[in-house]
């Protein structure tokens, strides 16, 4: 397979074809602008000492100070840190927020460390990377297996280090500690908004639709709730040990009632229980939730999850793509012929980066907004970004991925473009 990056970068290869782009431009967008690899070492609650891979990769930052998620997992690489830094770029850009994209990860599996380890991990990769972020440089978030608490420790060390108070470097931060209302759930709101505007299109009825969702954390769960308050129907979820199915239905909430108490009582901080430990509902393997008859099949767990081998067997007529990259490249021409429409990534999760751009801003002003004021301005901005690309692609007849990439990049060649070009020089 592949390097995920490579991958990533052939859908600018798709884009190019639509509009005549400078060189810079394409010279820009295929090279990180900034690539950091440290070692974070940990003192154990055994009294050893870890040490620990991190990195922090800022693609681009023409369009303002670079913006992108934390995240901890044993998987994570230096080529996967580049290509989400890569598509927070895009998605900055699709948003029109003013932000370039970076991003960064910890290899690590953060359930197997204690509170106090994982506090002590956290603190430590902020030193590591301080001197390339700041509330005007680079601002981190949360992503997979980091969280509000993990935002507000490493939003602490900074300001510890720089001996002020600087909120604003971070964002995803718990509401006591200068975070936004709505922060948490805003990834799951704005995916729903997505999908509500494009029901809305196909004249589809949500009751009449049924979903299957994969990934149930933060993203997953949160727009699993919210669709189901909606009127959707959804009939099986899935998380890291396996999926349960029920057609007529299944409660997100009461699922994740009973997933928190079996949680691992070593952490706290983690849900270690699994929808799997559900008795009621019809247990099936993941693989066998993403070929279920659904009329959406939402993907909000990991990049790579429908690949050439698994394309062809999906009978779902929509994927909703709230991960990042769940779908390959290869996967994607598959799903084409099979007739199945994918709202892509870059506009269908932007409502985290969203609300984290609304958190940066009231950071900065010192003014705090009401969950209500935040939720709808959340639903303007994806409303209007998303009906934007709706029309871009229906105009020339495109995908809606490479309509978010058509649009990401105008903006950003826009802001390459006015800095001056080869061809502007050239031409006194
Ligand atoms: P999370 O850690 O809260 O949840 C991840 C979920 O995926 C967990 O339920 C886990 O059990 C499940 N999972 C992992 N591997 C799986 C597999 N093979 N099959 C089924 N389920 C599996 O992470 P999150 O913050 O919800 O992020 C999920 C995705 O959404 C990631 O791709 C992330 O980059 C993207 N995203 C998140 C945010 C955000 O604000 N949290 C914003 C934009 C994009």
Not at 164 to 173: A, M, R
């Amino acid at each position: 397979m592949d390097s995920i990056f490579s991958d990533a970068q052939k859908r600018l290869t798709e884009v190019f074809k639509y509009f005549e782009l400078t060189d810079d431009v394409r010279v820009k967008l295929k090279h990180p602008k900034l690539s950091l690899s440290v070692s974070i070492p940990v003192r154990m609650d055994d009294g050893s000492l870890k040490v620990f891979k991190g990195y922090r990769v800022q693609f681009d930052d023409t369009r303002g100070p670079t913006k992108g998620g934390i995240r901890y997992h044993p998987d994570v690489t230096l080529d996967e840190v580049t290509s989400l830094s890569f598509w927070m770029t895009i998605k900055c850009a699709v948003m029109n927020l003013p932000f370039g994209g970076a991003k960064g990860g910890v290899v690590v599996h953060p359930k197997e460390l204690s509170r106090l380890e994982l506090e002590r991990l956290s603190r430590n990769y902020i030193r590591e990377i301080a001197d390339i972020i700041g509330p005007m440089r680079d601002i981190p978030a949360p992503d997979v297996y980091t969280n509000a608490t993990i935002m507000g420790w490493m939003a602490d060390e900074y300001s510890q280090i720089k001996r002020q108070q600087l909120p604003g470097v971070i964002t995803g931060k718990p509401v006591h500690l200068n975070g936004s209302l709505g922060r948490v759930a805003a990834t799951g709101r704005g995916a729903l908004y997505v999908l509500q505007e494009w029901v809305q299109r196909i004249k589809k009825e949500p009751k009449n639709m049924t979903l299957a969702v994969q990934g149930f954390g933060n993203a997953g769960y949160h727009f699993a709730r919210l669709a189901h308050d909606e009127g959707f129907n959804i009939v099986a979820v899935a998380d890291s040990r396996g999926a349960i199915f029920s057609e007529q239905g299944l409660e997100p909430d009461k699922v994740m009632e009973h997933k928190q108490q079996h949680k691992d009582l070593k952490t706290m901080m983690y849900c270690d229980g699994s929808v799997c430990d559900l008795q009621r509902y019809k247990k099936i393997s993941s693989e066998e939730m993403l070929k279920l008859d659904v009329d959406v099949l939402v993907l909000a767990a990991l990049e790579n999850q429908i690949h050439e081998d698994n394309a062809d067997d999906l009978q779902a007529k929509l994927i909703l793509e709230i991960a990042n990259g769940p779908v390959t490249f290869n996967a994607e021409a598959i799903l084409d012929k099979k007739g199945v429409f994918v709202l892509p990534d870059v506009l269908v999760n932007a409502g985290g980066v969203t609300v984290s751009h609304f958190e940066w801003v009231q950071n900065r002003v010192g003014l705090y907004w009401e969950e209500e004021t935040v939720n709808k301005r959340l639903k303007e901005k994806m409303s209007k970004e998303a009906n934007a690309l709706f029309d871009i692609a229906e105009e020339k007849k495109i995908s809606l991925r490479t309509a978010a990439y058509l649009q990401g990049v105008k903006r950003i060649a826009g802001a390459i473009g006015e800095k001056g070009t080869r061809e502007y020089f050239q031409n006194e």
